[in-house]
């Protein structure tokens, strides 16, 4: 690190279970991170903020102005502009050391393969369970760390999924593909502008963690946060041997 990084990192680096070595990997570090919305957006900011190298950002849609009362990377002139070309800005303006890739589509297939195996960790900050269950397929394929959230209305969810581990449970063991789950989505059920910056931010700090190596990350907890009553709620997972996504992983 130069002298201006040593500043610009200084409040991570005086933590004790950082240090100048968890930020270092966090220097080093590739995070992907799927949407560039309500949860994509704090995410993104404070992944950008704290100092991880590179952010790939992914995302097919423009920014629209219902999305503004809550995906704080996106302002009022951004409107009608890819949301991934918006968000970039926004990072760079935040921190021009990290390298922000943009990728305006919603990836899929190979080009959603290619992008994980590149990555160290990787955020589900989607809002549809196509998307939320192809992005789990290819990180149990590539045995990278998932950081998945979720939020609707005024309830909001997150989990850790560490596929580096051949004990650590997945996306589909919790919701199977082919179980009837209602899609909830804000354009219908609409969503409480600061329940996506909280998960978001989580998602973020989760990261960090899986990436620094520092703490004890979420692998293993659903917690459940009823923003209405302020209630949180923890439920233990456990993998699905039977699970048609990850059962078959050589262990
Ligand atoms: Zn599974």
């Known amino acids: 690190m130069n002298d201006e990084q ?34 994509g957006s704090p995410a993104a900011m404070y992944l950008a903020a704290a100092g991880i190298g590179r952010i790939a950002l992914a995302d097919g849609d423009v920014v629209d102005l219902t999305n503004l009362q809550r995906q704080i990377l996106h302002a009022t002139r951004s409107v009608g502009t890819p949301k991934v070309e918006s968000g970039r800005e926004t990072l760079a303006r935040l921190n021009p050391d990290v390298q922000v890739e943009a990728i305006a589509m919603r990836l899929e297939g190979e080009a959603l393969d290619a992008q994980v195996a590149r990555s160290d960790v990787v955020l589900d900050c989607s809002d549809n369970f196509a ?50 789950l209602e899609e909830m989505r804000c354009a219908v059920m609409g969503v409480f502008a600061p329940l996506t910056g909280i998960v978001g931010t989580m998602q973020a700090a989760e990261a960090l963690k899986l990436v620094a190596g520092v703490g004890e990350t979420l692998a293993g907890r659903l917690v459940i946060f009823d923003a209405l009553n302020a209630q949180w709620r923890e439920i233990r997972l456990a993998r699905d041997p039977g699970c048609k996504v990850c059962g078959k992983r050589a262990r």
């Open 6 to 39: 040593l500043l610009r990192y200084s409040r991570h680096i005086l933590l004790d279970e950082f240090g100048v070595e968890a930020q270092e990997r966090l220097l080093a570090a590739r995070a992907l991170i799927v949407g560039a919305g309500g949860l």
């Open 131 to 180: 998307t939320r269950h192809a992005v789990n397929r290819a990180c149990v394929k590539h045995a990278r760390p998932l950081v998945s959230g979720a939020g609707v209305r005024f309830d909001g969810q997150l989990t850790v999924f560490d596929l580096r581990s051949p004990q650590s449970a997945c996306y589909e063991c919790l919701f199977p593909e082919d179980a009837e």
